[in-house]
């Protein structure tokens, strides 16, 4: 066995540098709940099947339990606190994942609104196909998912003006 | 669910990894996006002691285009290949990419490592199989190239030695004209691991008849599997589509598919007949129709 050493990281964690010392076993969903007690972010299968832990790092979606917390050192991220404009506020999106019913029990959600960010980032007005592409990562068992592109071409269209209305 | 203590080394270059994983004895894992190992870690089917992490190693970034071959670095991304312009002198890649899990894992999953990893139903393995693509792996005092039939020997093992890196896999670029290729898979969530998978690439002659042929299909066996001791007769003959329903038959009778939870062998046996039937048929009619 290896002796186990601690190290320094500094992360961009919603816009604020965060340095805190860890052991190379933490993963970054853990680090983020437990170390930084953002429990927004949750944590599923803890083996990369259930996309409940997706954040943005450095603007991408990926699972915050398939890398290890050291991994990220130097990177920014988001978590799902980070979406609204201000605290007490909601982000377009997660208004329309209320709006519209997208969420039941909660699990899935800030894995989802993750996803969905990340996917109206790149695409403003995405169609229901590129939807269900861009949360085909992220398992829900309580909306059959069709409220979930219901909110996210909800909160698309009203984003924008629609030139026949 | 939680890694088992071990140890991190962050390697900035390439020398620097391979004398880490010289001097750190057998017990230690390079870790490139994660995406396979991490999970392994946290089931604790991997419990190493040290892991050297190759991913800000910028020489192993670069993808280019060789004269004859696409060139990608270990740790190119699987997203950055399916989105490079350059990628796309294998139309292979724009096919099979996104069935590479999903977009967060493709956000941080690499070319190299899903190819060390060597699960015998990936999609990389099957195209660098199918394509005979050429590995270059190196460790502290030697370097050598593998060609990918010959790279991968069962599920999660490949020809590797334990202070060996892949550094660098070199695809090689057919012919445009009178070219077609397909890639079909059936899984059970789209993203989730193949059930069964089907590769074919061809290139045809001016009247007709094959110049180049390769196929092979995954989740079928211990590792992706390519036939060229049924493509490589068939070169400068014409092909007729009921001899290509014969000869995916005869490719699936050449494997050794498991049963499991998702598939009996049977039914997986008659899925990739039809994948490899429909990939035969699909990359053919593309090359009879486009020549560019």
């Given at each position: 066995m290896a002796q186990i050493n601690s190290y320094t990281i500094t992360i961009e964690v919603n816009g604020q540098s965060v340095t805190k010392m860890v052991e190379p076993r933490i993963s970054l969903v853990d680090f983020i709940r437990e170390e930084l007690r953002l429990t927004g972010t949750h944590v599923g299968c803890e083996h990369g099947i259930c996309g409940a832990c997706s954040i943005l790092l450095n603007g991408d979606p990926v699972r915050s339990c398939c890398m290890f917390a050291i991994q990220a050192n130097g990177m920014r991220i988001t978590t799902v606190?980070?979406?609204?404009?201000?605290?007490g506020q909601l982000s377009k999106i997660q208004d329309a994942f209320c709006e519209k019913h997208a969420l039941q029990c909660g699990f899935c959600t800030p894995g989802m609104l993750i996803a969905c960010q990340a996917l109206i980032n790149k695409i403003p007005q995405p169609n229901e196909t590129q939807i269900r592409e861009a949360i085909g990562g992220n398992l829900c068992r309580c909306t059959g998912y069709q409220q979930i592109v219901d909110a996210v071409l909800f909160a698309t269209k009203i984003s924008s003006p629609n030139p026949e209305q | 669910m939680k890694a088992a203590p071990f140890d991190y080394h962050l390697a900035d270059h390439l020398d620097h990894a391979l004398e880490l994983l010289d001097h750190l004895g057998n017990d230690v894992k390079l870790i490139a996006g994660g995406q396979s190992l991490v999970p392994m870690m946290a089931m604790r089917l991997a419990k190493p002691s040290h892991l050297v992490d190759i991913n800000r190693i910028q020489s192993l970034q670069q993808i280019n285009l060789q004269e004859k071959s696409l060139y990608t670095g270990s740790t190119v991304k699987q997203k950055d290949l399916e989105s490079s312009h350059i990628s796309q002198a294998i139309p292979l890649f724009k096919q099979a990419l996104p069935w590479v899990g999903h977009q967060q894992t493709r956000n941080r999953g690499t070319v190299g490592g899903s190819l060390a990893h060597a699960d015998p139903s990936a999609e990389l393995p099957l195209i660098a199989t199918v394509l005979n693509a050429s590995l270059h792996v190196q460790s502290h005092n030697s370097q050598r190239e593998i060609r990918a039939q010959d790279f991968f020997l069962g599920p999660m093992w490949t020809s590797l030695a334990p202070q060996e890196c892949l550094t660098d896999i070199h695809w090689p670029i057919w012919n445009k004209q009178f070219f077609g290729s397909r890639f079909l898979e059936t899984s059970i969530r789209h993203g989730d691991f193949a059930m069964a998978s089907a590769a074919a690439q061809i290139n045809l002659n001016p009247d007709g008849t094959i110049q180049q042929l390769s196929f092979g299909v995954g989740g079928m066996g211990a590792t992706p599997i390519a036939f060229p001791s049924l493509s490589q007769p068939l070169i400068g003959k014409h092909l007729s589509s009921e001899a290509m329903h014969e000869l995916a038959n005869q490719a699936i009778l050449l494997t050794e598919p498991t049963s499991d939870l998702h598939a009996s062998a049977s039914y997986r046996m008659n899925l990739a007949r039809t994948l490899l039937s429909r990939a035969l048929l699909g990359a053919f009619e593309q090359a009879q129709q486009h020549p560019q």
């Open positions: 606190e980070g979406l609204a404009p201000e605290r | -």
